[in-house]
């Protein structure tokens, strides 16, 4: 398929989706980062037509990042009658949190609370409005190397991207009309106050992790697989206790 062909069919598949759904209508919830992921998707799900509720939720947030997530917001509400967008200030929540947690110090524990502190919003704002949560995870981070927070990223109800490389997610963005200057920003997760990138934390870039998934002969495939390898846990269902039954 080509790149329109792919947003067709993902747009359709959201929406064939939705009507599955006992309770009508379906309202879309989605965080905007200012990242490419969740601008192309947050984009899907308003070309669907439905209800849409784009929010960004800023926890001591670097500003250029800040910026390009309210572009994006502004960008949607231009182009979609459908969609509503919102800014939900996240930071005398965290900072509570933080206090609270003092005795439990992890740079690494607290940039995870972050994104499950913005996991809860969504969700909360979702059963308010007989809302979905829509995810922002690609192929690369869902299934590739596990580059996400469980239960933060990973708590969405449909994941629309989720078969798409970070190669794809870019020339989806590019043909659905995502911004050039959220396209060209260095991908990052935002949960770090020194503003590292995705490709700072992992070691590779994204096209040499497609790489690695795509051929073992890779010389990028020893430290893809250093960095899969403790995140199988993300990417694996939840270890459960089952009682033998006679």
Same mark, same amino acid.
């Given at each position: 398929?080509?790149?329109?062909?792919?947003?067709?069919?993902?747009?359709?598949?959201? #929406?064939?989706?939705?009507?599955?759904?006992?309770?009508?209508?379906?309202?879309?919830?989605?965080? @905007?980062?200012?990242?490419? /992921?969740?601008?192309?998707?947050?984009?899907?799900?308003?070309?669907?037509?439905?209800?849409?509720?784009?929010?960004?939720?800023?926890?001591?947030?670097? *500003? *250029?990042?800040?910026?390009?997530?309210?572009?994006?917001?502004?960008?949607?509400?231009?182009? $979609?009658?459908? @969609?509503?967008?919102?800014?939900?200030?996240?930071?005398? @929540?965290? #900072?509570? $949190?933080?206090?609270?947690?003092?005795?439990?110090?992890?740079?690494?524990?607290?940039?995870?609370?972050?994104?499950?502190?913005?996991?809860?919003?969504?969700?909360? +704002?979702?059963?308010?409005?007989?809302?979905? +949560? %829509?995810?922002?995870?690609?192929?690369?981070?869902?299934?590739? +190397?596990?580059?996400? &927070?469980?239960?933060?990223?990973?708590?969405?109800?449909? *994941?629309?991207?989720?078969?798409?490389?970070?190669?794809?997610?870019?020339?989806?963005?590019? =043909?659905?009309? %995502?911004?050039?200057?959220?396209? /060209?920003?260095?991908?990052?997760?935002?949960?770090?106050? /020194?503003?590292?990138?995705?490709?700072?934390?992992?070691?590779?870039?994204?096209?040499?992790?497609?790489?690695?998934?795509?051929?073992?002969?890779?010389?990028?495939?020893?430290?893809?697989? =250093?960095?899969? &390898?403790?995140?199988?846990?993300?990417?694996?269902?939840?270890? @459960?206790? =089952?009682?033998?039954?006679?």
């Amino acid at each position: 398929m080509n790149s329109k062909e792919k947003i067709d069919f993902i747009v359709n598949w959201i #929406k064939n989706y939705t009507n599955t759904i006992e309770k009508q209508p379906v309202c879309l919830i989605i965080g @905007v980062s200012g990242g490419v /992921d969740s601008a192309l998707t947050s984009t899907l799900c308003a070309k669907t037509g439905l209800n849409t509720i784009a929010i960004s939720m800023p926890i001591k947030q670097n *500003s *250029s990042q800040h910026d390009l997530s309210l572009k994006h917001l502004n960008y949607l509400n231009k182009n $979609f009658n459908n @969609v509503d967008t919102k800014i939900i200030e996240l930071d005398n @929540v965290f #900072k509570n $949190f933080e206090s609270t947690m003092k005795d439990f110090k992890s740079e690494l524990a607290f940039a995870n609370s972050r994104s499950r502190l913005r996991m809860l919003t969504l969700y909360q +704002v979702a059963q308010s409005n007989n809302g979905i +949560v %829509v995810g922002t995870g690609n192929k690369v981070e869902d299934f590739g +190397v596990g580059f996400y &927070t469980k239960y933060g990223d990973g708590g969405v109800d449909i *994941s629309p991207i989720a078969d798409c490389t970070k190669s794809e997610v870019w020339e989806l963005a590019y =043909e659905i009309g %995502v911004i050039q200057d959220i396209i /060209d920003a260095a991908p990052t997760d935002g949960l770090w106050d /020194d503003s590292r990138n995705d490709e700072n934390q992992l070691g590779l870039t994204y096209k040499q992790l497609e790489e690695a998934m795509e051929n073992k002969n890779s010389k990028y495939y020893k430290k893809y697989e =250093e960095i899969r &390898t403790p995140n199988l846990h993300k990417m694996n269902p939840i270890p @459960v206790c =089952e009682f033998p039954r006679d």
